[in-house]
């Protein structure tokens, strides 16, 4: 049997092999969201380039299953601690490994930041600005919109109104929920999308088919996730994707440019990867722990970390989940967890008492799932556990996505303990403030009045956390950022950052398509930079102008319908 | 497994021995498995089949006092022995094979060590309160004892809830109970969930109504045993567990 990406696509064969020895252009560090998008611009370019990852190279007919419990392999599953006031939930909750990364998780809800997150501090005096503005990454938002493509509402009202290139999905018994409950109370709110998922087939790939397992990996291969859309495309331009490499630290020459990785391949050999530029798209927990563990001399804190902020300015959103009971039946798990979702309290509102504000999400959770939080919610155990089991199917579960804000004392540090490859494994920190606190109470109240709207008779909520992004965020000011608006670390010329753990602040949108926006917009730069990047310490910071012609087949649309 | 030992007065009838608990008689996930694809069917049948049986990671004394724990847990008396899901192997396979879930709080022990410190302590707990092994106890002092650790406040005193925060080991203790129960396919039947619907799909999503091959709700009255500890206090506020172990992110 060929090795399969989705139902109806093969891995491309024969895959380029670049030997360690032989120095490539670009190494990837994470085969994962921004990782795949990277890869596959910098192939079509003509760069020699691979991309470590850690994880196995999913075989998706193989090593997939429609089953909970049966997906625990696609998480990252070593060790990590956490701690502070308010530990994260790591591992399953949004850690991914394996090729596709979280994106192979994620329930593919794709919202755009609004034009406001971009000048947080300007407006709010809270958080931070980013270097770049919302108009610089809207183009990119509109390729990537295309490329996944995603599928949603012709008209979506909130932050930059835009329409999407797909149809949104059929209505699901928790989307009508929502729907009902904001219409009760006289709240905007849409439904179908905007999701990173099929509605209608799409080259070699089918179209969701509404059973539920987004989380699980989906392979119907309806879900975009990095392994399916750009990860082909890759391979087929002379990328290599190379699994089971599990990089250990980053090399560091004498004149202070890096010129490969050292990574551990299955049988726990250690290699050296020559390269002329490294590029770490690891997410927010191993950038840091890699850039950390890399200290050599001169750099004693860690790579690219001379303005200490390595590690820190970690944020997760608030994700706490409300479920409601209702007298009929509402069968959750059908239809995609991600699917109808409302924005109307994502910006400040000076009439509250915080900055900043939240979304309202439908969320799916499966049997297991579900009865973790009716654990957690209700305090349910022994025979009250079975019995609100047994009414599974008359609840519906909402996600409050709130925006917690960038704070230093949220970090991810190294621990005494070491992994199985001997590695200092990452210590998260995260503690809530007092603008974040304020916004959750408000956010979780709001949320509950949303499901009794909608007539629900009892209903319960969870805390909890949803997503990862900041701890080597973008910055101008080489002092209190990592790498400036293209991804260049300041400290280091040829050492790059591209995933989440770039971002300033974070919004109230769930993380994924920005990263793929901003890894494309980093890619456009490192190709309009050339050769440069190989050879010269001078840093440009001019825009590299968008790349149209790079996109994976079937994706080149002329623009994303709306109803203006 | 599955002590039958509970003082049973269900007033809806005699719920005992059943082949199928729930409101959805003669529903089966597993009579469909002939429309899932391959993977997931030799996974699922796999789990039903074979039951670890061997304890490989509990000491048989370990292994003796966390079943009578798991039971009041996940009780399963309603369930005919032949009917019952194992759950005690799933949580030995899992901390023998040191599958981790990816991350451990910084004031717990490893899941391994906390399994143990924690099924000592429940056991010390019922000696010093009743002079008698939690496993010789009748079930109301089993769990009462137990009440006491879910409410985190643990009845009698015990020197390893200074060590390890008594609401973690809950949860730890609580989500692997509940991985393996919800994960079995007769519980998916149970509570009328759909199961694994690849590459069929699902065509009504609205209205909960049913797929040709599910069955619609058949309601009766059920009743958790009269003096269980266990049924669910509507009024009271749970306690505040914030987030806890691997929950799989869910947007």
């Known amino acids: 049997m060929p090795h399969r990406l989705g139902p109806m696509q093969t891995l491309p064969s024969p895959m380029q092999r670049f030997a360690d020895s032989d120095p490539v252009d670009y190494c990837i560090v994470g085969a994962g969201s921004a990782g795949g998008v990277l890869a596959q611009r910098l192939a079509r370019a003509g760069f020699r380039v691979v991309a470590l990852e850690a ?29 502070g006031t308010h530990p994260l939930a790591l591992g399953s909750n949004n850690s991914g490994k394996g090729v596709g990364g979280g994106s192979v998780h994620w329930a593919a809800f794709t919202p755009r930041l609004h034009p406001s997150d971009f000048r947080v501090y300007t407006q709010d005096g809270v958080g931070a600005d980013w270097p770049i503005s919302y108009w610089d990454l809207k183009p990119y938002y509109e390729l990537l919109e295309r490329e996944l493509p995603v599928a949603g509402p012709a008209w979506f009202p909130w932050g930059d109104p835009h329409g999407h290139p797909y149809g949104p999905h059929p209505l699901g018994g928790v989307g009508d929920v929502l729907v009902r409950g904001c219409t ?85 050999k250690e290699h050296f990867q020559r390269a002329r530029a490294v590029i770490v798209s690891a ?45 009929q039946l509402i069968r959750l798990y059908k239809a995609p967890p991600a699917h109808a979702l409302t924005e109307e309290f994502y910006e400040t509102d000076k009439s509250r008492d915080f900055a900043r504000g939240f979304a309202v999400q439908t969320v799916g959770p499966l049997p297991v799932a579900f009865a973790k939080q009716m654990v957690a919610a209700m305090g349910a155990w022994g025979w009250g556990l079975r019995r609100v089991m047994m009414d599974y199917n008359h609840w519906a579960a909402f996600g409050v996505l709130g925006e917690i804000l960038p704070w230093q004392d949220n970090c991810v540090e190294l621990a005494e303990e070491k992994d199985q ?8 920190t995260f503690n809530l403030h007092d603008n974040d606190k304020k916004l959750i109470e408000f956010a979780k109240n709001k949320v509950m009045e949303i499901m009794s709207a909608a007539g629900a008779k009892h ?82 910071l001019s825009e590299p102008g968008i790349r149209y012609d790079l996109s994976p087949p079937y994706t080149h649309f002329r623009g994303n319908p709306r109803i203006a | 497994m599955s002590r039958k030992s509970f003082p049973y007065k269900p007033s809806g009838g005699d719920l005992r021995d059943l082949e199928q608990p729930g409101y959805y008689a003669g529903y089966s996930t597993l009579a469909q498995k002939k429309h899932w694809e391959a993977a997931t069917r030799e996974l699922v049948t796999h789990r039903v089949d074979k039951t670890p049986s061997t304890i490989r990671f509990f000491s048989q004394e370990e292994a003796d006092v966390l079943t009578a724990i798991i039971d009041r847990l996940m009780p399963q008396d309603d369930r005919a022995s032949m009917r019952t899901i194992s759950v005690l192997p799933v949580i030995d396979e899992r901390l023998f094979t040191n599958s981790l879930n990816g991350f451990r709080y910084e004031d717990m022990p490893s899941d391994r060590e906390a399994y143990r410190l924690g099924i000592n302590a429940i056991n010390e707990m019922a000696l010093s309160r009743f002079d008698q092994s939690f496993i010789g106890l009748p079930v109301h002092r089993q769990e009462l004892i137990l009440k006491s650790l879910h409410d985190g406040k643990p009845d009698p005193e015990h020197p390893t809830w200074q060590r390890m925060p008594v609401h973690r080991f809950w949860a730890l203790l609580m989500e692997d109970c ?25 065509m009504r999503l609205e209205h909960g109504l049913p797929e040709p091959w599910e069955k619609d709700e058949q309601r009766y009255e059920w009743n958790a045993p009269a003096d269980s500890l266990s049924e669910l206090d509507e009024e009271g506020a749970p306690p505040e567990h914030s987030s806890l172990h691997g929950h799989g992110g869910t947007h």
């Not at chain 1, 804190?301 to 944020?315: D, I, P, R, W």
């Open chain 1, 55 to 83: 994880g196995p190279f999913w075989d998706t007919e193989k090593d997939w299953v429609s089953d909970e419990k049966g997906s625990h392999e696609l998480y990252w599953n070593d060790l990590r601690i956490t701690g």
């Open chain 1, 184 to 268: 009760k109370l006289g709240l905007r709110s849409v439904a179908g999308g905007p999701v990173g998922i099929l509605s209608a087939s799409h080259g070699d790939r089918p179209h969701c088919i509404y059973r539920g397992f987004c989380l699980q990996g989906c392979k119907v291969g309806a879900k975009a996730s990095t392994l399916i859309t750009h990860v082909p495309d890759a391979i087929r331009h002379g990328a290599e994707i190379r699994a089971h490499a599990m990089v250990a630290r980053i090399n560091l020459r004498n004149d202070g440019r890096v010129d490969g990785v050292v990574y551990i391949d299955r049988e726990g």
């Open chain 1, 283 to 327: 997410y927010s927990i191993e950038t840091p722990r890699l850039l950390l563990n890399s200290a050599c001399t001169g750099h004693r804190h860690g790579l690219a970390n001379s303005s200490g902020t390595v590690g820190k300015y970690l944020m997760a959103q608030a994700g706490n989940v409300v479920a409601g009971r209702f007298d």
């Open chain 1, 421 to 428: 490859y001997g590695l200092q494994v990452a210590k998260v």
């Open chain 1, 459 to 540: 209903v319960v909520q969870e805390a909890r956390f949803a997503h990862l992004v900041g701890a080597a965020r973008m910055g101008n000011d080489p002092s209190t950022s990592v790498v400036d608006k293209f991804g260049r670390t300041h400290d280091i010329p040829n050492l790059f950052v591209c995933d989440g753990s770039i971002l300033p602040t974070q919004g109230s949108a769930n993380p994924g398509l920005t990263i793929q926006a901003l890894a494309a917009r980093t890619a456009d730069y490192l190709i309009k930079q050339g050769e440069n990047i190989f050879f010269s310490n001078r840093r440009d």
């Open chain 2, 178 to 202: 509940v991985t393996a129960y919800y994960s079995h396919p007769w519980a998916w039947d149970e509570i009328g969930f759909g199961g694994p619907a690849y590459p069929r799909g699902y």
